[in-house]
């Protein structure tokens, strides 16, 4: 339905349309479902433009803290801005007098429905112009469109009555539907890790990383911040530029080179994951204590309760660092919390290759049981370790992929998995590519496999394994 539109501004000095405004008077239209209401890279720009033409001309003031940490309303500059800012200056202006303010930005903008393909989870009190950048960094990474939508809930709920289109069950809110749309979700931690102190934040992140989409896949999950000056990330796996040679037409899931990828993440300020690492969902805010009470009641519902919640959160982090975790960094985060959060979340991935070996035995027996995807590559992993993955093998019934290419595993470390093999379920994909487990170990994996009628392999890779005529025929 076309929106009504509020009479245009004249075009005098300092009074003249932003660019925003003038989209605003041509364009609009009424959205009911709040998770089909992303905003483009375009319009975020467009925002951004409003932001720095209007702030100071029209002296806007935000809650600052003073001296004594009062919060009190201070004159702000536009680099300064938060989304309570532009809540305060433009989302309610802007929509307050279309259809009695049931009206978002984003339906003042758009000509349709727009289903997200990225869910951005972050703390309103972040400065915009930050997240913007944040944003533009992850679209040159993901390799999407301006015109792709992002869903950001200040942007997308009808911000002069947002409670009314926030109901009281988790499972209904835009929150949770917009995450079951989306592809992707980008974490902005924030230079304060300012995210860390959001309830909302905590859930988001579990259900991208645990409950997944519609199309029951866990969303990529990457996290961002900024770090004097620069964008920093903690990707979930590779991205365009982890391709060595550039090659535009290859897939980086496939071609991404793992010392590409720990340069990057080097670059991300540990003492962020730190405090990443003690998140307690309990402990955070809601701007509504409902919200927080329907939060805790939706998490404590579930197996495990907020103790899987923020084991999860803090597992996240601290595995995006702990191939980091050697020489200087050696002791940089507390790898013990680290492997008991790892142990008691319920993650589902773990792409580990080029693993420091002082923490290798550490990582195998602390996996959690609903993992389904263990990557490990060139980890140096022998046959003392293939034993711990064969004993983890023979309990899980989630692991589907196994990737184990380029490491010291022999004939011995066969069996001890070819032994798990006889009875596993749910394993689709074993890589032993480039280890040595010569004809013996490829032997007993296909003997194993034989006997068990009910195995759900599918691709077995032992290339560069010499596994010679016995090897090959079995």
Known sequence: KPAAQPAAKPATGDDA??????RMMKAGCEIPQVHERGITIQELRLVREHVQARCETDGWQGLR??????????????????????NEYLLKPATKDVRGGRCSLVERLASGPR??????????SHPFFRTVEIIEQHMVDREYADHDAVWICAFAIRQNDPGAEIPDHITESPFFLALRVAQMTLIVMGEQAELLGRMWCGLEAHLSMV??????????TDIYTMSEGKVERLTDGFIREDVSNGDPNVSPAEWGRPH??????????????????????????????????????????GD?????????????????????????????????????ALKGSVL???????????????????????????????????DGHAATLGAFL????????LRLGGNKITHVGCVSLAEALKTNTSLTLLNLGSNKVGSDGVVAIANALMHNAKTALRVLWIDENAVGKPGGVA
Request: charged fraction near 20%; glycine fraction near 6%; charge should be positive.
């Open 17 to 22: 349309p932003t660019a925003l405004e003038l």
């Open 65 to 86: 803290p003073d001296g004594s940490g009062k919060m009190v309303p201070t004159a702000v500059k536009p680099e300064d801005v938060n989304l309570y800012d532009v």
């Open 115 to 124: 289903k997200p393909l990225v869910f951005l989870s972050h703390a309103w």
């Open 211 to 220: 409950e997944g989409n519609q199309e029951g896949r866990t969303l990529t």
């Open 260 to 301: 590409l990828k720990k340069e990057r993440d080097a670059r991300f300020p540990l003492a962020l994951v730190g405090k990443a690492m003690q998140f307690t969902l309990a402990k955070a805010a809601t701007s509504e204590e409902s919200d927080a009470t329907n939060i805790l009641k939706y998490v404590r519902a």
């Open 304 to 340: 495990g309760g907020e103790t899987v919640v923020n084991c999860t959160f803090r597992a996240r982090n601290f595995i995006s660092v702990l191939p980091l975790l050697q020489g200087e960094l050696a002791n940089a985060v507390d790898a013990e919390a680290g492997f008991k």
């Open 348 to 382: 589902t991935k773990l792409p580990l290759s080029s693993l420091p070996q002082a923490h290798t035995a550490g990582l195998l027996t602390s996996l959690p049981l609903p993992l389904m995807e263990l990557i490990m590559a060139n980890s140096k992993l022998d």
């Open 394 to 401: 023979k309990k899980s019934n989630a692991l589907r992929v």
